[in-house]
């Protein structure tokens, strides 16, 4: 189970194989570049995308949340916080930002999250199913309280 929930963060990227490999480690495939992962010591190291015995640089050392930082997050150019669990202190200070008044564009920057994660968040915390509409089309300029008066104006 805390396997599981060390992947998880590669395995919501569509974009992202993930194998496991007999008993032994995960395979790792994005793009052009594959890695054997070992979640429970916390090591990864580079391998041929067509031979995962052949290994292709130092082994490296740390959380899966470091793996996917430096190899994937980045070169996407996704929010520091893309794929991170909402935690307490997350949800606090975007309570705060919304109180503030801010637009959903300054929300997300501020918490290093997109504007349809702030959008889908708020939604679920507020009970609001803001679902229906558009959030790429110009609402990121708008403020929580103003997305909240064009949801109970559009049908859905």
């Not at 031979?51 to 994937?72: I, L």
């Amino acid at each position: 189970m805390i396997e599981q929930l060390k992947l998880s963060i590669l395995r919501r990227n569509p974009e992202v194989d993930v194998r496991r490999l007999d008993e032994g480690p995960y395979l790792v495939q994005y793009e052009t570049k594959a890695w054997l992962l070992w979640t429970a010591s916390s090591r990864w190291v580079e391998v041929d995308p067509d031979d995962s015995d052949n290994r292709m640089g130092e082994m490296h050392y740390g959380p899966v949340a470091v793996f996917y930082e430096k190899h994937m997050r980045k070169k996407r150019g996704l929010p520091k916080n893309h794929g991170k669990f909402w935690v307490e202190e997350d949800i606090e200070s975007l309570y705060q930002l919304i109180d503030k008044d801010e637009s959903i564009q300054q929300i997300a920057e501020r918490m290093g999250r997109s504007v349809s994660s702030i959008v889908a968040k708020t939604g679920a915390l507020l009970g609001y199913d803001f679902s229906h509409l558009n959030t790429s089309r110009g609402m990121d300029e708008l403020t929580i309280s103003k997305l909240m008066s064009v949801s109970e104006d559009s049908p859905g």
